[in-house]
């Protein structure tokens, strides 16, 4: 370790190794070479290993999907070599707590805050002298600076890197407080009050205000008799008091000398910090909350009203939240027109090109944006009236999600494009692949832990995800959703023309595609953000180059309406239809927050339906 004022340690690896090391990239090729060297269970757990840290990482998925159907692998090899023990017996009590068994879940929650404390202890040892962060120091820090700056804020910290699973970048929330929460309830359920009590009075440690805690703890004091002295537990006070005075140290450094603390804990009382610095803090509050803030709790809605389209199912009958499908969105001849635009389009559109699916060799996929398909007609090269349609028909797909998930919130394209995937012929056979894996288009799906990261890379931004199908002449392709396990299939959409499939784009809603076995599968896919600042800018460009186009070809008209009919294609150009009600919520849905992501210059294949 380095110390102050020494040389940094010869033999300390660099930052990029101890990067590859927490995301144990070694594991990786340890499979490979494990399974060449025909050391099969042992190549099955550094593959699992790995790929509970890194549950996205597509060929290790593939890899582990044919490991288990490998019939001559152990059960029993799938396991993490790396396993935390506190992790393993949170998890594992965090189960019995689910299925009601209380006594069991106590066992293995005491166990896990026991680990927890103790692995406290070891992450604040390492925090001795500055941190090496492969700069030049500009100047050498007082003792003071040091100390406040570099070795509390590092201590304080530690319950973040505690509380974050291995290969993932958010902490759980409140990771010690929660674990006295679940085993205040645990004991209770369990008759034991006096440790429910207990628990209840370490709790409020934390949250000394907290009401509901505070009910139970005159529930307990009745139920236990007056004379009874219920009194928190000394290790839990001696960490809120050392911490409290940690940070204590650290908000007068930031308000004196400057720099920012990023303070890890949302319990940390509001009077110990200073007054200048509480604004800024509150800010930092609010915009956690509001990122928090569970798009399902909101006031029950008028009923569903667009001109022609039905709702035909809603998240009740889809077995989940926060996700519906509409029926007669377009018309046969529209639905015939854009895919038409697909076709003409061909290899000139962007994103895929034809080229073999990211997700699968079985199939090929193609891409249009609306800008694209603009300037084509623009050219020439498509028919204009059919390039309109598309960009009037996702606009018509954004003001019905608009109208019934976030009525009175402006939804805002954060990407559309249109795509079709066609089977490889001759590629089928035995084929045992989706058309696109399970995932959740605003977060990290992590199966193994049944958690879903928001966290970059993952379009952290985007808040509400749409399928507007064009065609069904096609075997396969059925859009699926799933349980967090990615495995649970809760419900099914088959494709239609004109049939428009919405849903919010957390971890509620893990969704996958089935394989397209024959034909061609053409669909309209359609992300939404409430973020003005990550609004799709090529949508912006392409609406601009719809109205150039059309003062060019279209002669003025005197009442002012656009033309009703068709050209002589069988175009239509539908204008985006006006609401005749205030939709409702048909369920709510918890989607938690993390931080927020810089927008992506380039589409990601995993996004794509």
Not at 230 to 248: D, P, W
Not at 361 to 384: I, M
Not at 538 to 552: N, P
Request: proline share 6%; hydrophobic share 30%; glycine share 6%.
């Amino acid at each position: 370790r380095r110390r102050l004022g020494s040389e940094p340690s010869l033999h300390r690896a660099s930052r990029e190794t101890r990067q590859d090391f927490e995301q144990r990239e070694p594991y990786n090729y340890l499979q490979v070479a494990l399974f060449k060297l025909k050391k099969l269970d042992e190549a099955v757990s550094a593959a699992h290993t790995f790929f509970v840290a890194n549950p996205q990482h597509i060929q290790m998925r593939e890899d582990m999907e044919k490991y288990q159907r490998m019939a001559e692998v152990k059960l029993e090899s799938f396991r993490d070599l790396q396993a935390t023990p506190y992790w393993e017996a949170y998890e594992t009590g965090v189960q019995h707590y689910n299925a009601d068994e209380y006594l069991q879940a106590a066992r293995k929650l005491e166990e896990s805050l026991e680990e927890v404390l103790l692995a406290l202890e070891d992450c604040r040892a390492l925090c001795e002298g500055p941190q090496e962060d492969g700069t030049e120091e500009e100047m050498q820090p007082s003792l003071y600076e040091a100390i406040a700056g570099s070795v509390l804020m590092c201590r304080q910290h530690c319950v973040l890197e505690i509380a974050t699973k291995p290969g993932r970048v958010s902490a759980t929330d409140d990771f010690i407080p929660s674990h006295l929460d679940l085993l205040q309830f645990a004991y209770d359920q369990a008759g034991n009050q006096a440790l429910a009590a207990e628990c209840a009075a370490s709790y409020l440690l934390f949250y000394p205000a907290d009401e509901l805690m505070l009910e139970k703890m005159k529930q307990y004091e009745t139920e236990l008799g007056e004379g009874t002295l219920v009194t928190a537990r000394e290790n839990i006070r001696r960490y809120v008091q050392r911490s409290l005075m940690e940070k204590k140290l650290i908000y007068y450094a930031v308000e004196h000398l400057g720099g920012i603390f990023n303070d890890p804990d949302p319990w940390t009382p509001e009077e110990l910090i200073p007054e200048s610095l509480k604004q800024k803090h509150r800010e930092n509050q609010e915009k956690q909350r509001l990122e928090n803030l569970d798009v399902g709790d909101q006031e029950q809605r008028g009923p569903f009203s667009f001109e022609g389209i039905t709702v035909a199912m809603d998240s009740r009958q889809l077995n989940g939240s926060q996700r519906v499908f509409f029926d007669r969105v377009l018309t046969e001849s529209e639905c015939k027109d854009i895919l038409r635009l697909a076709m003409a389009a061909g290899g000139r559109g962007d994103g895929y090109r034809g080229r073999q699916s990211p997700h699968t060799p079985h199939e090929r996929f193609e891409g249009l944006t609306v800008l694209k398909a603009l300037k084509l007609a623009q050219d020439g090269t498509v028919n204009w009236r059919d390039a309109r349609l598309l960009l009037h028909a996702s606009e018509k797909s954004r003001k019905i999600v608009e109208s019934y998930f976030t009525p009175g919130k402006r939804l805002h394209f954060s990407f559309t494009h249109l795509v079709c995937r066609t089977a490889v012929e001759g590629e089928q056979d035995g084929r045992m692949d989706l058309s696109h894996p399970v995932h959740a288009d605003n977060c990290l799906l992590d199966p193994e832990g049944k958690e879903c990261w928001r966290e970059p890379p993952a379009y952290v931004y985007r808040d509400y995800s749409g399928i507007l199908y064009l065609n069904d002449d096609f075997l396969g392709g059925d859009l699926f959703f799933t349980e967090l396990d990615a495995v649970t299939v809760t419900a099914q959409v088959p494709p239609k023309c004109g049939r428009l499939v919405a849903f919010s784009s957390g971890g509620e809603n893990p969704h996958g595609v089935w394989a397209v076995t024959r034909g061609r599968r053409c669909a309209i896919a359609l992300w939404y953000t409430l973020s003005p600042e990550h609004a799709e800018q090529e949508r912006m460009e392409a609406e601009d180059l719809m109205r150039q186009g059309d003062m060019e070809r279209e002669p003025p008209h005197t009442d002012g309406e656009e033309p009703t009919g068709s050209d002589p294609s069988g175009g239509a150009s539908p204008e985006p239809p006006v609401t005749k009600g205030r939709a409702r919520s048909t369920s709510q849905r918890h989607r938690p927050g993390s931080e927020s992501g810089q927008q992506p210059q380039n589409l990601r294949a995993r996004d794509e339906f």
